[in-house]
């Protein structure tokens, strides 16, 4: 099988999350990633914890499958390497405050013109333009700015971040986006683009409903719990022995869920329509849990399973890590030592394609400069 973006080679310049787990993605795509690293302390994420030994298992979840140089491009001589890479990739992601790699000689406007064939990924805090271009950020100040914390958290309490680093994790995921039209658009233009993503722009996009909503309502939506606010009954029901979400999307799968669940309420007008159930979702709330209090998750997941209605436990991340659908995708995989054992547990590749080898196995993530010998081999017999 030939994967799909054998024969792309990346400069991977970006460090820590958003840019590491877009090249990582890419990397899962058949790309080759050589990841250039500053000497010495290399991308910071090699010293976050938790550690197997000295290994971060953090750096390893997000730059497996990728080789390592280590270049300070502000010496002459790693100056002259990266000058001997460039000719040879198809695209350069880098994580950079705006105007530094300008300052280096490297921006997109220095190389587009020596490499007019070069796709360019930035993917910064605030972008490339805007008043704030220039500011730090980091996840959790991109997910307070746009909007999430507002509406994440118990119902009357302090704002709180999501549980993973969504504001990264998009910005990569729209990254991977954007090199792959930029793919598509050089085969038709001869031309590589600048693709610009920000940490701020990728929450503000993922916002769902709620920028609509504000504006048709003049009302921000805040925090609701685990209640979903367009829908009901969709959020977390307690039952004799944890918690299980059931989700109600439309008028025949409540009348299913009142089936199941012995609850004559499908034809009452509070709960007749799904604009009604939103309206008295608290009421409603309190009306299930009265049934589900008396029997165990495990019970109504089955029960709710046999009527076709969406649920599930709410599962601990070991738990998700054992979950059979999860291990049947090839979701958690190992990402090997470089002596080929096995050393971290990471998520696998979530696109599943023909003629991608969907393995549950990841080579290691490098060592710091690993790979500059095997590079400059390379860049010898290339010319």
């Given at each position: 099988?030939t994967?799909?973006?054998n024969?792309i080679?990346i400069?991977?310049?970006?460090?820590?999350?958003?840019?590491?787990f877009?090249?990582?993605t890419?990397?899962?795509?058949?790309?080759?990633?050589?990841k250039?690293?500053?000497?010495?302390?290399?991308?910071?994420?090699?010293?976050?914890?938790?550690f197997?030994g000295?290994?971060s298992?953090?750096?390893?979840?997000?730059n497996?499958?990728?080789k390592?140089?280590?270049?300070?491009?502000?010496?002459?001589?790693?100056?002259?390497?990266?000058e001997?890479?460039?000719?040879?990739?198809?695209?350069?992601?880098?994580s950079?405050?705006p105007?530094?790699?300008?300052r280096?000689?490297?921006g997109?406007?220095?190389?587009?013109?020596?490499?007019p064939?070069?796709i360019?990924?930035?993917?910064?805090?605030?972008?490339?333009?805007?008043?704030?271009?220039?500011?730090?950020?980091?996840?959790?100040?991109?997910?307070?700015?746009?909007?999430?914390?507002?509406?994440?958290?118990?119902?009357?309490?302090?704002?709180?971040?999501?549980?993973?680093?969504?504001?990264?994790?998009?910005?990569?995921?729209?990254?991977v986006?954007?090199?792959?039209?930029a793919?598509?658009?050089?085969?038709?233009?001869?031309?590589?683009?600048r693709?610009?993503i920000?940490?701020?722009?990728?929450q503000?996009?993922?916002?769902?409903?709620?920028?609509?909503?504000?504006?048709?309502?003049?009302?921000?939506?805040?925090?609701?719990?685990?209640?979903?606010?367009?829908?009901?009954p969709c959020?977390?029901?307690?039952?004799?022995?944890?918690?299980?979400?059931?989700?109600?999307?439309?008028?025949?799968?409540?009348e299913?869920?009142c089936?199941?669940?012995?609850?004559p309420?499908?034809?009452?007008?509070?709960?007749?329509?799904?604009?009604?159930?939103?309206?008295?979702?608290?009421?409603?709330?309190?009306?299930?849990?009265?049934?589900?209090?008396?029997?165990?998750?495990?019970?109504?997941?089955?029960?709710?399973g046999?009527?076709?209605?969406?649920?599930s436990?709410?599962?601990?991340?070991?738990?998700?890590m054992?979950?059979?659908?999860?291990?049947?995708?090839?979701?958690?995989?190992?990402?090997?030592?470089r002596n080929?054992r096995?050393?971290?547990k990471?998520?696998?590749?979530p696109?599943?394609?023909?003629g991608?080898?969907?393995?549950t196995v990841?080579?290691?993530?490098?060592?710091?400069d690993?790979?500059?010998?095997e590079?400059?081999?390379?860049?010898?017999?290339?010319?």
């Open positions: 099988m994967a799909p973006l024969g080679t400069l991977d310049l970006t460090h820590v999350l958003a840019g590491p877009a090249s990582v890419l990397a899962g795509l058949g790309a080759t990633v050589i250039v690293e500053r000497p010495l302390s290399g991308d910071d994420s090699r010293h976050m914890p938790p197997s000295d290994k298992a953090y750096f390893a979840a997000v497996h499958s990728k390592s140089i280590a270049l300070d491009l502000k010496a002459d001589d790693d100056r002259k390497i990266f001997r890479l460039l000719p040879h990739a198809d695209v350069l992601l880098e950079s405050r105007g530094a790699m300008d280096l000689g490297y997109w406007d220095d190389l587009h013109a020596v490499f064939k070069l360019y990924g930035s993917v910064s805090g605030y972008g490339q333009t805007g008043p704030d271009a220039k500011r730090p950020v980091y996840d959790l100040v991109a997910q307070a700015r746009g909007g999430l914390m507002s509406m994440t958290g118990a119902s009357g309490q302090a704002p709180l971040p999501a549980g993973a680093a969504v504001a990264d994790m998009t910005a990569g995921m729209v990254l986006q954007g090199v792959l039209a793919l598509i658009a050089r085969q038709k233009s001869g031309q590589g683009s693709v610009d920000s940490l701020l722009d990728a503000v996009a993922v916002l769902e409903q709620a920028i609509a909503s504000t504006s048709a309502t003049g009302d921000a939506p805040v925090s609701t719990g685990a209640r979903h606010k367009s829908i009901a959020e977390t029901f307690h039952t004799s022995d944890g918690l299980v979400v059931i989700a109600i999307g439309n008028d025949t799968l409540f299913k869920l089936v199941a669940l012995n609850l309420l499908s034809d009452d007008p509070r709960f007749a329509t799904n604009a009604a159930r939103v309206e008295h979702a608290r009421l409603l709330k309190r009306l299930i849990e009265a049934i589900t209090l008396d029997n165990t998750c495990a019970h109504w997941i089955a029960k709710l046999a009527a076709g209605i969406p649920s436990p709410v599962q601990t991340i070991d738990q998700v054992r979950d059979p659908q999860v291990i049947a995708r090839n979701m958690i995989v190992d990402v090997l030592d080929g096995p050393a971290f990471a998520a696998g590749n696109i599943k394609m023909t991608l080898n969907d393995t990841r080579q290691a993530a490098p060592d710091l690993a790979n500059r010998g590079i400059l081999r390379w860049l010898a017999e290339e010319g």
